[in-house]
Structure formats: C-alpha cells, structure tokens
C-alpha cells in the first residue's frame, strides 16, 4: 500500500479507519495521534517473545511502517509464548512468518523485514530508515550493539527483556538519559548469561513486558503520558510485583557519557547462534 493511500486510510470518514474507532475515541491519542501513528516507522529487532507482543500492539495500533529484524527460524520449543507463530510455520524464518501475521492483522500499514542477525556492518543501513528502534533481542551481543547504535545515530530506543517470570523495560534518549551500557557498563561472562538462559521462560511473561514496552512506544508516538526514560521498570511476576527504579545517565559511560571512547560501531567478538526469547 502507498504512503498516500494510508494517509487516506486513517481519516476520520474512511470507513477504513473503522478498526482504530475505539483508540480515536482516547483522548489521549484522537485522530492527531492516529496520524502521528500513521507517519512512524519503529524498527523492532527481535522477533521471539518479546517481539510476538510488541509487533501485534504496534501493527493493531496502526504504526505506519514496522521494521522486523530476526536471522532466525520457527521451531516448535517457541511456540509455548511467541504467539505470533502457528504449527505449520516451524521452519519457516520468523521474519517472513511475522510479516504474513501482521499482513493479516493489519493491511493497511506497511511491513519491512530482515530475515538476518542484526550486525555492526549492517546496522547504519538498516536503522537509518526509522525513526525508533525496538530491542526485543535476547543476547548480551546484540543487546550491546542495539544501543550503541541508537546512541550513536540518536534514535530513540525502547528496550525489554525477559527471563521466567521476571522481565525489565527501560527508554533511552539518546545522550539525556541512561542507555544499556549505563545500566550494565560491561556484559556477563558466558557462563553467567547461559546461566540466566537456563532459567527458562513462560509466555505471559513476555506478554506482559512485551505490552509494555509497545505501550511506551504507542505514548512516545502520540506525545502521551510516561514513556519510561530514566527510569527503569522492574517485574517479578511470581510475586505480582512492579517496582521502577531512578536511572542516571553515566558520565563515564563509554558511549553515552561526557568523554565518548565508544565513537563508531565494531563487530561482535562473539558470535553465537541467535535465538530469540
Ligand atoms: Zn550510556
């Protein structure tokens, strides 16, 4: 669909326009924040859990254009919570299979995929063509190289993260609030994250976080409410407990802070098989 033919199709007396009728009706989003939706374009990167989530709310909500960047497959051990995947698209790449979803869901809005791991020679490329970048990914390395960008090319980045019951969301503005390497200045060791890794995951978990960083990205859109920068939210979900937590931007912070040593994006060192959470 044409960027022309969607603007018509979110006006107030297209009958297309129908399916945003109960978000128009918020005060907070009315027909200026439908056209706000209509004209962002959000790059999420990650495709699993956090991504099923993210992707339906921000293609339902009418998001103009949606990036979807993820190397890898459907198997059958994703379907217990990345819900945007049925049976018969096991083996199928998760970026492909995801545009059909939202297609479905949604087809008045435009789809763009990258069926490949994210990486320091393609990032520029890739994220240059948004206005916002979504981390749904679910390793240190591309945790890492998400933020680095997003500083690094000002783009304003909405993380979430996951792990059995437990999940975190945080914003980043780039340069006024705190970025992924001022929460966590160096990664884990390897046996540290397969150890979090090994924790397992449910899918109401990143259901619910994956909601809330979609829901950050929807008000950060429209100009409405909290969008959780500088502020980092904290669920444990066995205890039904939400906590957030002041965040400051790190002045000695590599990348973000008042003497940069990170300038320019370099590849991972480590390349191990992505998967998505
Ligand atoms: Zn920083």
Redesign the pocket.
């Known amino acids: 669909m044409t960027a022309s033919s969607r603007r018509h199709a979110t006006t107030s007396s297209d009958p297309v326009s129908r399916r945003y009728t109960r978000q128009l009706w918020m005060k907070q989003i009315g027909t200026q924040g439908q056209h706000r939706l209509e004209e962002a374009s959000v790059l999420v990167v990650g495709a699993g859990g956090l991504g099923s989530s993210i992707l339906s709310c921000l293609a339902g909500a009418g998001v103009g254009t949606i990036g979807v960047v993820d190397g890898d497959v459907v198997d059958v051990t994703n379907l217990n919570r990345q819900f945007l995947y049925v049976m018969a698209d096991i083996g199928q790449p998760k970026a492909l299979a995801a545009r059909d979803k939202l297609v479905s869901l949604n087809p008045e809005i435009r789809i763009e995929v990258y069926p490949t791991r994210l990486n320091a020679d393609i990032a520029y490329d890739i994220m240059s063509a948004y206005n916002m970048v979504v981390d749904a990914s679910d390793n240190y390395e591309t945790r890492y190289l998400i933020s680095d960008a997003c500083?690094l090319f000002g783009k304003p980045l909405f993380i979430g993260a996951v792990s059995a019951f437990h999940g975190m969301a945080l914003t980043v503005l780039p340069r006024e609030t705190?970025?992924f390497?001022?929460l966590y200045p160096k990664p884990p060791s390897a046996s540290i994250a397969r150890q979090e890794r090994a924790r397992g995951i449910i899918g109401t978990t990143p259901v619910i976080i994956g909601s809330i960083v979609a829901q950050n990205v929807i008000k950060y859109i429209v100009h409405a409410g909290d969008w959780m920068a500088g502020r980092l939210l904290l669920m444990d979900g066995e205890g039904n407990r939400f906590d957030t937590v002041p965040l400051e931007?790190?002045p000695a912070?590599p990348?973000?802070?008042d003497h940069p040593t990170i300038t320019e994006l370099v590849s991972f060192r480590r390349r191990s098989g992505q998967t998505s959470c």
């Open positions: 500083v705190a970025c390497r001022c931007r790190n912070c990348v973000c802070g």
